[in-house]
């Protein structure tokens, strides 16, 4: 009732509208609206090259803004454990000292000390360092796998749902043609009085929803297109076009392979057991500052003249006394630990939130799945063998062109789910992956029909 409500009301507003601008049903508004989903389809067809899949994912993972930030981050990580694993610099110092204040340029008469130190940490400090620093350098790898990783479902979602606006606009095409029929059809049966002057209105405002609907199809595509773009590194205005099928698999892995895959492959997990490592590494440091560090120095000395020997050298070594600063290095030894107890369990909490995302992901894909198998089995033969019934019929005239419209809508209407849930599963299968850190092997059923199948048998007939 609601419908017809506002199917009345707009028929009533298009026939005022008519009037006010001096134009009969069925005379040049046709034609305006014509032209207006003429040129707003012309305006969407991209001239740029389209690309699959695998093209796009391999751009994304080399021109990725973010994956290139990370990988800088990488070359940082290792330079750093280059540097904590060396020896610090020597020092070299001379000293001279014991000339006479009366005869301040007689060097001869100086005292002269040549010297060469070197810093050492205690025993076993600077592999520990390094390897810490290392734990460091690993933890920045698996963030950028985790990225990159990311960015490949990204890069999925965009290109599915960009082929999915591309998929609507054909089958927009195919249900503007079949309306521009409808209405002629309605505008001959009308002039001939078999059908009411409402037909000619229901039908005009049939084919102007269509303009409507092309708009929004132009938006998704126009967001699609920005979102692809960014991920690629490129201008968010440059044109781009797709190509490519839904692949529905014909089963998915069960739940516990998912996580076995996840525990094994998922990048966050091992950074945050690159983490463990590191905080172990951290209080094994800690407990090795009781061990003293050490300096060690030599020199040659040249006494003045007249000096019974000129010639001597001097040796030197200084420690550390760590034992008389207990409190600052139990503190030490505390904060690891506490630590590593806290690296475990944000490890912990990282597999929580893998399990979560791989259980959300696999209920999703699931429904999607579904989904995509009742439209495309169930739903779909049933709506066109409807629409092919309804336009027999009311070429026929056993029937009104509002069962006609309301056939064309629902055709219209499940087309457009079956793409959406296909789209939706193609995602959550990316998402799915991402999950499990590693692609998984899947059976995919054969493409269902591209959206500009045969309709032939749908065509309007106008008799003249």
């Not at 990370?70 to 610099?89: K, T």
């Not at 204040?101 to 005292?111: A, E, G, H, I």
């Not at 999607?368 to 066109?384: C, F, G, H």
Request: glycine share 4%; hydrophobic share 40%.
């Amino acid at each position: 009732m609601k419908v017809i409500k506002i199917l009345v009301l707009s028929m009533g507003l298009l026939t005022s509208a008519l009037v006010r601008a001096g134009v009969s049903p069925g005379s040049d508004s046709l034609g305006v609206v014509e032209d207006l989903l003429r040129q707003e389809r012309q305006h969407a067809r991209s001239t740029a090259p389209r690309m699959s899949l695998t093209e796009l994912e391999r751009e994304a993972l080399v021109s990725n803004p973010e994956i290139r930030l990370l990988s800088r981050r990488i070359a940082i990580a290792e330079a750093r454990a280059r540097i904590v694993g060396s020896r610090e610099d020597p020092s070299f110092m001379y000293r001279g000292w014991g000339t006479p204040l009366q005869r301040p340029w007689d060097l001869n008469l100086t005292q002269h000390m040549f010297m060469y130190s070197q810093s050492l940490p205690g025993p076993g400090k600077r592999a520990l360092r390094a390897e810490v620093a290392g734990k460091e350098t690993e933890i920045a790898k698996a963030q950028l796998e985790a990225k990159k990783r990311e960015v490949t479902a990204q890069v999925r979602r965009a290109f599915y749902d960009l082929l999915r606006s591309q998929d609507e606009l054909v089958l927009h095409d195919d249900q503007a043609a079949l309306a521009r029929q409808a209405v002629e059809e309605a505008r001959i049966k009308y002039v001939v009085g078999k059908v009411p002057q409402q037909d000619v209105l229901k039908a005009q405002i049939a084919l102007t929803k269509l303009v409507e609907h092309l708009v929004m199809l132009q938006q998704e595509g126009g967001l699609a297109t920005s979102r692809l773009n960014f991920l690629l590194g490129r201008d968010p205005a440059s044109p781009i076009a797709v190509e490519g099928q839904y692949a529905p698999p014909d089963t998915l892995p069960p739940l516990l392979e998912l996580e076995r895959l996840a525990l094994n492959n998922r990048p966050e997990l091992a950074a945050a057991s690159s983490a463990i490592h590191q905080g172990e590494a951290r209080a094994k440091l800690a407990q090795k500052g009781y061990s003293p560090d050490y300096n060690l120095s030599a020199g040659y000395m040249l006494m003045p003249d007249g000096a019974r020997y000129r010639n001597s050298y001097m040796a030197e070594l200084s420690v550390t006394l760590p034992w008389l600063n207990r409190k600052r290095h139990d503190a030490e030894i505390a904060e690891a630990q506490a630590q590593v107890t806290a690296e475990q369990a944000e490890y912990d909490y990282q597999r929580s939130v893998v399990f979560q995302e791989i259980q959300e992901a696999l209920v999703r894909a699931q429904s999607a799945k579904r989904l995509v198998n009742l439209y495309r089995n169930t739903l779909r033969p049933q709506a066109q063998a409807s629409l092919k019934a309804a336009v027999s019929a009311y070429q026929a005239d056993r029937t009104d062109f509002l069962n006609l419209l309301e056939s064309q809508n629902t055709t219209l209407d499940v087309e457009l789910a079956y793409y959406r849930s296909a789209s939706e599963l193609e995602a959550s299968l990316a998402d799915l992956e991402r999950a499990t850190g590693a692609p998984f092997e899947r059976q995919a059923s054969p493409p269902g029909p591209e959206p500009h199948s045969d309709d032939s048998d749908l065509s309007l007939e106008v008799p003249r």
